[in-house]
């Protein structure tokens, strides 16, 4: 071999070596990043709700498995049909140690015109589950299924008082969207917010509401106790345990699934080292046992995604929510 030869092989051996070991480079500076102090999981509903509930079992899954180096304190900011969360979230730009657990009115306050904060106003970092509607009744109510709403419905709207814990969220969506398969204006329904869907479980029970369109599970201890029923499920599927035999809205004619989606959402401006840190911090929650435990007591769908993959699944649920909504008459 000449010595032009070894050389060049040599130089070529030097940048195959370089060329591999810089995107372990990169991904290791991706990971230098880490919180410095505790970090405050938001959330834009009440105490005891489906949000809440969530927020406080992520937070219990990254303390005790030690995935953190900071604490997480759980912060509830009411208000704005939770736009109040988004504005404080985005007063801290670039700072990873804030978040929002984010759900569909990060999408639909745009469309309803409520606010301008647009999805795209903030950093996704983790998607992390979807949930699903469910519509409950107190356990007297002379309404057996969803096709006994429909009627009631169809004769007059405004006789039948429903709770939702935010307008044009996705227990509102849904409920919205049954009224004009059942052939009613869903302009003049009676739609009561509460701030946790929790607190419209316990106005049906108590009868003060006539239903409470939320979360299975902040329905679900009522439903035990045999205070309520549930008569209909916005989901693809049947759900398992105390639920197994509530059939859903598809069962019973009407073709509706709305996704309640929950993920992990960041102030705008967050960098690429802090996103890489907090994927892999929720992927590691997400591959435990003690979180699989909770998606079963819970009634939530797991679904989890990476800051790109979350970023294209929002745009994809706001032009669909815009087109369902513009259609119901609902978007401003």
């Known amino acids: 071999m ?104 990060l999408i639909v306050n745009h469309i309803l015109g409520i606010t301008t904060q647009h999805y795209s106003d903030f950093t996704p970092v983790a998607l992390l589950l979807n949930e699903y509607t469910a519509f409950t009744v107190k356990a007297d109510s002379p309404v057996k299924s969803a ?83 549930i008569i209909a499920l916005g989901a693809p599927r049947r759900l398992g345990g105390a639920i197994a035999s509530v059939p859903t809205l598809r069962e019973q004619g009407m073709d509706i699934v709305v996704s309640n989606w929950r993920g992990i959402v960041g102030a705008k401006g967050l960098s690429a080292a802090q996103v890489a840190y907090w994927e892999d911090a929720f992927a590691k929650v997400a591959a435990t046992d003690e979180w699989k435990k909770s998606l079963d007591a819970q009634f939530w769908d797991g679904n989890f995604l990476r800051s790109r993959e979350f970023g294209k699944y929002l745009e994809n649920d706001y032009n669909q929510t815009n087109a369902v909504m513009t259609d119901l008459g609902l978007a401003k």
């Not at 010595?3 to 130089?11: A, I, P, V």
């Not at 030097?14 to 060329?19: C, G, I, L, T």
């Not at 990254?62 to 953190?68: D, G, N, P, V, Y």
């Open 2 to 105: 000449t010595t032009r030869n070894r050389w060049w092989r040599q130089g070529a051996m030097a940048m195959m070596v370089v060329s591999l070991t810089a995107p372990l480079a990169t991904r290791a500076q991706a990971q230098a990043w880490k919180p410095e102090k505790p970090v405050e999981l938001l959330v834009g509903s009440g105490a005891g709700g489906s949000a809440d509930t969530l927020a406080r079992h992520l937070q219990r899954i990254l303390q005790e498995q030690k995935l953190l180096p900071t604490p997480v304190n759980v912060l509830n900011k009411v208000g704005g049909n939770q736009t109040l969360v988004r504005t404080y979230l985005n007063q801290h730009a670039g700072d990873a140690h804030y978040f929002d657990l984010g759900n569909p009115t």
């Open 147 to 229: 096709r006994d709403l429909a009627e009631i419905l169809k004769k007059n709207p405004e006789a039948w008082s429903v709770g939702v814990s935010n307008l044009g969220g996705t227990n509102h969506l849904t409920y919205a969207l049954f009224a004009k398969a059942a052939g009613a204006d869903a302009k003049k329904l009676k739609v009561v917010v509460f701030k946790s869907n929790t607190e419209g479980a316990t106005a049906v029970a108590g009868g003060h509401l006539n239903m409470v369109a939320s979360a299975v599970s902040s329905a679900i201890s009522q439903v035990r106790t045999g205070h309520v029923r």
